[in-house]
């Protein structure tokens, strides 16, 4: 049902739902894509799929005018966003992914509202109790855990620098998210130019690696699927969903579904076995951040 303010909680939940299946198939999608190109191709043939959705949408929702309406500072804050990402955000995180195995990089980069916390403490002086400490602990042994297969003797055998770049990933996107949060443009205008400075960067960056003139077809469907689902029409959907619902919170708390049901995609599509190490970890990970959540909402409330 739609009230007087056109909010519609059953519109906004099969919004979200759809949003959160679509993400949790990006991490095969990433895998197998990179079967075939590697982590700078993919990311220049997903933003461009991604900055053409982008420009549909502005131009179906007569968003055109607005986004040539901006001031110079603002296209300049674009460009910094669109650095961010998806410029040095993807660069950092397909790496990962090609040096990783999915179900390790999936949830490691899942740390990122973790940071997001640790950020607002050190560069928003936020104080944080001992309870978001112990929260922080909680999620950051699941690294441990997911990074050692669950076993310090494993240690030696993961990829180091693949670790770091997962969990880097998610330092580049809570940077990103501070930002952008203070940015109070049309979601899907600045998103748009976010992409098309985004874009330019990447090219850049993948041309000076090199780029095959004729790259294989399944490698470009995978990147088209990949700028469409994890970059494009699913961020349309889930500002949607967060529009119409009566309580966004509730709503925006369904992505903790989404490394889950990442999870299983990965075991059916890509192929690994699913270890018992990475439930655990990704478990320890998700409870940090929900106890995380937990408190801020009580800070708020003055509960």
């Not at 959160?20 to 198939?25: A, D, G, I, P, R």
């Not at 986004?67 to 966003?81: D, I, N, T």
């Not at 995609?265 to 990970?285: A, K, N």
């Not at 409870?287 to 409330?301: H, N, S």
Request: aromatic share 12%.
């Amino acid at each position: 049902m739609v009230d007087a303010t056109g909010k519609n909680d059953k519109a906004a939940c099969i919004y979200a739902l759809l949003s959160v299946l679509m993400w949790s198939t990006v991490a095969s999608a990433f895998k197998l894509a990179l079967r075939d190109l590697d982590y700078a191709q993919l990311l220049l043939y997903s933003s461009i799929t991604a900055l053409i959705i982008l420009a549909i949408v502005v131009v179906f929702k007569n968003k055109t005018r607005l986004v040539l309406s901006f001031k110079p500072k603002e296209y300049a804050l674009s460009a910094v966003l669109g650095l961010l990402n998806p410029c040095l955000y993807y660069i950092v995180l397909f790496k990962a992914y090609s040096l990783l195995p999915a179900q390790q990089a999936q949830p490691l980069n899942f740390t990122w509202p973790i940071v997001l916390v640790l950020f607002s403490s050190i560069f928003l002086k936020q104080k944080i109790g001992w309870r978001s400490v112990a929260a922080v602990v909680i999620s950051f042994a699941g690294v441990v855990v997911i990074s050692t297969n669950g076993s310090f003797a494993a240690f030696k055998d993961t990829d180091a620098l693949g670790v770091g770049l997962a969990v880097g990933s998610s330092v580049i996107w809570a940077a990103f998210w501070l930002l952008n949060t203070r940015d109070r443009r049309d979601d899907e205008a600045k998103l748009f130019l976010n992409f098309l400075f985004g874009t330019i960067f990447v090219a850049i960056f993948a041309f000076i690696g090199g780029i095959p003139a004729l790259p294989p077809v399944r490698g470009l469907l995978g990147a088209a699927y990949v700028g469409a689902f994890e970059m494009g029409v699913t961020f349309v959907l889930w500002q949607r969903s967060l529009r119409l619902a009566r309580n966004a919170a509730q709503v925006g708390n369904l992505i903790y579904l989404s490394p889950f049901i990442s999870l299983f995609f990965i075991g059916s599509v890509v192929g690994e076995r699913i270890h018992v190490s990475t439930l655990v970890g990704l478990g320890l990970i998700v409870a940090g951040i929900v106890a995380q959540q937990w408190l801020a909402r009580r800070r708020r409330t003055g509960q």
